[in-house]
């Protein structure tokens, strides 16, 4: 399996149009791959809170249409990173939209954990409940978005649902790019998985951003890494190391889950 993560820079003063135009003529170039995945949030920048609301689109809105057309027109599976949703009848959600080679919405996941500590994104958007998986040929995708690379239990969760490859978009600030790497790599080797994780490069309302998009291997091997700059990092990927790694050293079998906390003394 092919797959081309696009770091694509987020320049404030590039018009949302013109970005989103860009970013789809980045996916038809990739179309020798198999999967391609762009980052969170690209069309206003993860930190531009002031544009949520103003740039805000329906699921089927102007990047819901241009980036089914590119994925039909390269023919390939894309993750096109997650845009700000607007549900006509609640709030805000971070919304990743993944479409299969014909264009068709595959699958539409609700960033469930949202960063900000009582600002920023956790209050103006809502919190998705639902987690996300997506079949294709060779491999079973978990779907995740940014901050969820901070929460194991998430990916448990879609390892239980047949994950084998962790998708993770995301707006990394550059201030916490050690953390990027470090966590990449022990959703990797915890759940014995392929991580794919597309960040954005440039400035996001004053933010630097990590870039350093990375490809981690089941056994938590960096197979790939980009740097801080806009680029597309691909990379050849053998699907069938999932589930030889969990077979020659099958720790997700000690697997014990539903544990008591401890009894407070008496």
């Known amino acids: 399996m092919r797959a ?4 694509i ?10 970005r989103r135009r860009r970013a789809a003529a980045l996916v038809r170039e990739q179309s020798g791959a198999d999967l391609v995945v762009l980052p969170e949030l690209w069309t206003t920048g993860a930190f531009a809170y002031e544009e949520f609301g103003r740039e805000a689109e329906p699921l089927e809105g102007p ?12 023919g390939v599976w894309l993750h096109a990173g997650s845009i700000p949703e607007r549900d006509p009848d609640g709030p805000l959600y971070n919304t990743s939209l993944v479409f299969s080679p014909s264009g068709e919405l595959a699958a539409a996941y609700r960033k469930i954990h949202r960063f900000g500590f009582d600002k920023g994104e956790a209050v103006l958007m809502g919190a998705g409940r ?4 997506v079949r294709l040929p060779g491999t079973t995708l978990g779907v995740a978005t940014c901050y969820d690379l901070r929460f194991p239990e998430l990916f448990r969760g879609l390892v239980d649902a047949g994950a084998e490859t962790l998708v993770i ?8 790019r050690a953390h990027w790497t470090l966590l990449a790599q022990a959703r990797a080797v915890e759940n014995q ?7 954005t490069a440039g400035t996001h309302a004053g933010v630097p951003q990590a870039g350093h998009s990375i490809v981690v291997d089941p056994w938590g091997e960096v197979l790939a890494e980009a740097g801080s700059g806009e ?11 999932v589930a030889a790694t969990r077979e020659q050293f099958p720790a997700l ?13 008496s």
Request: glycine letters at 6%; hydrophobic letters at 40%; proline letters at 10%.
């Open 130 to 133: 639902d987690l996300v998986t």
């Open 4 to 7: 081309s993560l696009i770091q």
């Open 169 to 176: 978009p995301a707006g990394w600030p550059e201030r916490r």
């Open 231 to 241: 680029e597309v990092l691909t990379v050849d990927l053998d699907p069938a190391k």
């Open 193 to 199: 998985a392929f991580v794919l994780a597309c960040g």
């Open 253 to 265: 079998k000690d697997r014990v889950v539903g544990l008591e906390p401890p009894r407070r003394p």
């Open 63 to 74: 990047t819901y249409e241009t980036m089914a057309k590119a994925a039909s027109d390269a």
């Open 9 to 18: 820079a987020v320049d404030e003063d590039e018009p949302v149009g013109s």
